[in-house]
């Protein structure tokens, strides 16, 4: 018989990237009183993980839980980024409802569409969250309007459409049910948790049925499956089946060795759960996100839509520069393999092949992002690896034309600069789909574009915008392929010898264009070490030093003013390779270099590729 379980609400925080729900989160765990009076405590606790803290943004949802009244509440954090968007979708089966924030000066942004989609074709219950009230520019009457309208857009239920608003400052840690309400606490947003949010519904009687929405990892107890208990209780020792709706065959007789139950920021090891916990069950070597644990009296799975699939692909190899092996822990092809498959036992929206090559590994992601963040978490882990040019993941269609896949890129920039924007995204096959003015002197714009067109774009265009544009994209499925594109009208300036720079070569070297590096810097003949004004490819010698003569004219060794070299970011560097090139990651440094080192093989290649092209 299905009963409600009034003691527990299940919450999924949701929202575009930046407006706030990791803060938040923050706010609710102080104020109910998880942590003491007197503790430390770090900004945007939730975010664990180094690359969260720095760049500000969550890659991995995380889970939490607090008491009020009596009541306990599950919340789950959730990424913003499109990239992350597999974790979203997942994990919106574990909760009742949702509490969807937006900024009170931005408004709705794409990713808020993205996710509010999800919850609402889920059936969830909605409270909208309007935070940053406190930021001079906010407007929040018109940004609850704009709400609306997207819920209208979205085909929101009546019941939607009714939801609650509550006006926030997360950062000052107050809530208000209506504007102009005196700040206190954050407690109209708990009120609204407990009177919204449905409690979590199941047959306590039944037997045991709990979906597997995430999966945790911890070298000590191995994977760790975190989960609902959509129907019975769970208990340590018992005997389970796995079964997956997606997989028929699969019946796997597994025993729980440990259950956890989530409280503040600590899982607490429990003996028994009942209906409607959200746990963590860990023993399970082969436990995957969209498995089932039941009785194995009554083996049902429950339904689980797919993981979306990966659009991007970059290979990953041993590093062969002769640099290699000199700054990072781990360098075999052995160490790449192990960490690259260790990573699967959390990002379910990654996938990892073997090629021919025993040193190389094709690793396919939802986006340069999403890949940019494993290749940062593999350098700091002491990594020295090779990594090649981004490039979309290809599908044909039952009449065998190709398709690729396409993104959706809305952009705000100010006025001034839109008719730049729109003539380089048409370069790179974008078609302009919608344009209006925004506040303050902004036009937004909305671009079908396919996904390589932005491969490499994004420093482009923050330098174009002079860093006032906003680009957020989501995936828009597949069409026919739009054509050849472009990517790179510069080309590089590549060292001829190996060595140590000189500020003579390097003083020559600048006239040709950009650098990269600095004197007294370490390059080897093949790296690429600066950008050329024009189209080709040179060589330049910037380990010269000047010939000693002994006749000295006055003032020839007066100093020569070098132009500080640009220092490319991780991502900066992805974006800059070109198809011939690689991204030499280590530790302490990221050099750009050609595939083929050696000058004259390099030159014969290209010469046989041109033939094969013309022939």
């Not at 609850?144 to 000052?172: H, N, T, W």
């Amino acid at each position: 018989m299905k009963m409600k379980r009034e003691d527990v609400r299940n919450v999924a925080i949701i929202a575009h990237v930046d407006h706030g729900k990791t803060t938040l989160v923050d706010d609710l765990l102080k104020q109910s009183g998880v942590f003491r009076e007197n503790q430390e405590v770090a900004e945007r606790v939730m975010d664990s993980n180094a690359i969260e803290r720095e760049r500000g943004i969550t890659i991995l949802s995380k889970n939490t839980a607090v008491s009020y009244n009596g009541i306990k509440i599950n919340i789950i954090d959730t990424p913003g980024h499109a990239d992350f968007g597999g974790e979203v979708e997942r994990v919106l089966k574990m909760v009742n409802g949702v509490i969807l924030v937006v900024d009170a000066f931005e408004g709705p942004m794409p990713q808020t569409k993205f996710v509010l989609r999800k919850a609402l074709e889920l059936n969830l219950a909605v409270i909208v969250c309007i935070n940053k009230i406190d930021r001079p520019e906010a407007r929040p009457e018109e940004v609850v309007d704009e709400v609306l309208e997207l819920l209208i857009d979205l085909d929101a239920s009546e019941e939607q459409l009714d939801c609650p608003f509550v006006y926030a400052s997360a950062r000052e840690g107050y809530a208000l049910a209506e504007l102009g309400d005196e700040p206190k606490n954050m407690v109209p947003l708990f009120e609204a948790i407990v009177h919204h949010i449905p409690a979590p519904e199941g047959d306590p009687e039944a037997e045991t049925q709990m979906l597997i929405s995430t999966i945790d990892y911890n070298e000590y107890v191995g994977r760790i499956g975190v989960g609902k208990i959509d129907n019975g209780s769970l208990k340590v020792n018992q005997e389970v089946v796995i079964v997956n709706a997606h997989e028929l065959n699969k019946m796997n007789r597994v025993k729980v060795s440990r259950l956890y139950e989530f409280d503040g920021l600590n899982k607490i090891e429990v003996q028994e759960a009942s209906m409607g916990s959200i746990v963590a069950v860990s023993g399970i070597a082969d436990i995957h996100i969209g498995d089932t644990l039941c009785s194995p009296e009554h083996p049902e799975p429950i339904p689980f839509q797919k993981i979306s699939e990966p659009t991007i692909a970059m290979n990953f190899m041993v590093n062969d520069s002769p640099m290699a092996g000199q700054e990072g822990k781990f360098v075999t092809s052995r160490h790449l393999r192990d960490r690259l498959y260790r990573e699967l036992n959390t990002d379910v929206s990654l996938r990892v092949e073997d090629t021919e090559s025993p040193d190389c590994f094709k690793v396919s992601g939802r986006g340069e992002l999403h890949l940019s963040v494993l290749i940062e978490n593999m350098r700091r882990e002491g990594y020295e690896f090779a990594v090649s040019k981004a490039e979309v993941l290809y599908k044909q269609d039952d009449k065998g034309r190709k398709l690729e896949p396409m993104e959706l890129a809305y952009i705000d920039v100010p006025d001034e600069f839109s008719g730049t924007v729109i003539q380089k995204l048409s370069l790179r096959k974008g078609e302009l789909q919608g344009m209006s003015a925004s506040n303050g002197g902004y036009t937004r714009m909305e671009f079908s574009i396919p996904a390589r067109g932005l491969i490499g774009y994004r420093g482009e265009f923050m330098t174009d915008t002079k860093g006032n544009g906003i680009m957020n994209t989501i995936f828009d499925g597949y069409a026919p392929y739009k054509g050849d594109i472009q990517y790179r009208k510069q080309g590089s300036l590549i060292a001829f010898e190996s060595g140590e720079t000189i500020t003579y070569g390097l003083f020559n070297a600048q006239e040709r264009g950009l650098l990269f590096v600095g004197p007294g810097e370490k390059v080897y003949a093949g790296m690429v070490i600066g950008q050329n004004g024009k189209g080709e490819d040179i060589e330049v010698n910037v380990c010269k030093r000047k010939q000693l003569t002994n006749t000295r004219a006055s003032g020839s060794d007066d100093a020569l003013k070098l132009t500080p070299p640009k220092i490319l970011s991780l991502e900066q560097s992805l974006e800059f390779i070109d198809t011939d090139e690689l991204l030499e990651v280590t530790p302490e440094h990221l050099r750009i270099r050609k595939r083929i080192l050696d000058p004259v093989m390099r030159k014969r290649m290209a010469h046989n590729q041109k033939s094969r092209v013309n022939g």
